[in-house]
């Protein structure tokens, strides 16, 4: 499978830098907040900056009458600078407070075999750039943990155009979630591997609105239904039989020039993790640009 997600990552570098023709679409998004207090300020406000930037790419390409590739890279990462008070009354700056982080790429392989439903197969890797759930251990790791999604089914198109394109995949996914230098109860570092299978729904939407401002609306559902995981046996609970989802919803809209205004909200249900619906919004005014 590591070799696979290796191939995968290996040609999207290699498409993306030296093959013709592909169809692309890449902007950047930088959103930028800030709020300053004099000393005499009568409050119990402080000064902070918070700022996000983001990008989402795609290059797609139909290499020959039966195979077609698209490839998708979305990052994001934003922090949260707060000043605050000592026990005795000095303001300093606290060290940054991360806010958003995301790193996803996925490769799609479609055979285009002109029927109702085409076959496919799909790698995708999904962390984040900075992992400090073990900080205080002095053990901040980068990328870390990393899930490698192998997928293989079926996928039907039901709109593609200039302004909209709409499709649904289904299939048996296997995934393998990587959590690297953990630290145990020792003070040893470890690497666990977490490996679980089953049947995978994808569906995609994305739309763009020409007035009355340019927009790009952006919808992702994802619903992951395992059927096996090679630690049921030693988990307390059945928990992992409960079916996964993600919904990640994205709307970019240029104001003028290279201003915009974008929001993000995400909907997430992974019972292993909590057993309530977990969700996201983020909503923000600054600076974009489409690189192609």
Known sequence: MKKLLFAITLSILVFGLYAAGWQVDSDINLTLSQSAYSDSWQGTELNNITWMASSNSSFQKQMNHWLHIRNTLK??????HLQKTDSQGNKYWADPEKTTDKFDLESLWRLTLQAWVDPYIAGRIESQFLDLSQED?????YLNP???????GVIHTF??????????RLGVAYRLNINRDQIDN????ETLFTRDGGLELVSEFQQHINAPLKSTFRSRLQVFQALLNDESDDLPNNDWKSPDMVWENSLSTKLFGLVSANLLYEMRYEKEQIHKVQWKQMLGLGISYTLF
């Open 159 to 168: 709109i593609e155009n200039d302004a909209t394109m709409f499709n649904a």
């Open 146 to 152: 990393s899930l490698l999604t192998e997928s293989t």
């Open 186 to 189: 020792l003070g040893n570092k």
């Open 137 to 141: 251990d002095d053990n901040t790791r």
């Open 75 to 80: 990052m994001a990462f934003g922090q949260t």
